[in-house]
C-alpha cells in the first residue's frame, strides 16, 4: 500500500492543523492507520491510531487536543491536532500496519511556533 501524507505547516501555538493521509487502497483492508511523530534528536513515537473497524488510540501526551478519524469511501485518514503546543513540532508520518508488514508514508512536517 502506498501512502501519501498532506497537510503539515507553520502554526502560532493554540491554533489547529489537520493532517491528511490518502492509502493506494482499501482503509478497511489495514489492521491499523496510524500517525506517528518524529522530532529533531528524538526517536519515532506513535501519536495515534485507528482499527480496520474504527478503534481509537491515542498518545497520553495528545489526548483530549488530537483526534484521528477517516473517510472510507476515500481511503483517507485524518489527524485533527487541535491546541497545538510547541513540543508538537515534529515530521508527522502515516503508517499503515499489517501486522507484519509496516508501509510508511512519506513525512509532512508541523511546526508549531510560541
Known amino acids: 500500500v502506498q501512502l501519501q501524507a498532506s497537510g503539515g505547516g507553520l502554526v502560532q501555538a493554540g491554533g489547529s492543523l489537520r493532517l491528511s493521509c490518502a492509502a493506494s487502497?482499501?482503509?478497511?483492508?489495514?489492521?491499523?492507520m496510524a500517525w506517528y511523530r518524529q522530532a529533531p534528536g528524538k526517536e519515532r513515537e506513535l501519536v495515534a491510531g485507528?482499527?480496520?473497524?474504527?478503534?481509537?488510540n491515542y498518545a497520553d501526551s495528545v489526548k483530549g487536543r488530537f483526534s484521528i478519524s477517516r473517510e472510507i469511501m476515500k481511503n483517507e485518514v485524518y489527524l485533527q491536532m487541535n491546541r497545538l503546543k510547541p513540543e508538537d513540532t515534529a515530521v508527522y508520518y502515516c503508517?499503515?500496519?499489517?501486522?507484519?508488514?509496516?508501509?510508511w508514508g512519506q513525512g509532512t512536517q508541523v511546526t508549531v511556533s510560541s
Open positions: 503508517k499503515a500496519d499489517e501486522g507484519v508488514f509496516g508501509f
Open positions: 487502497r482499501a482503509i478497511t483492508s489495514i489492521n491499523t
Open positions: 485507528i482499527t480496520s473497524r474504527g478503534y481509537a
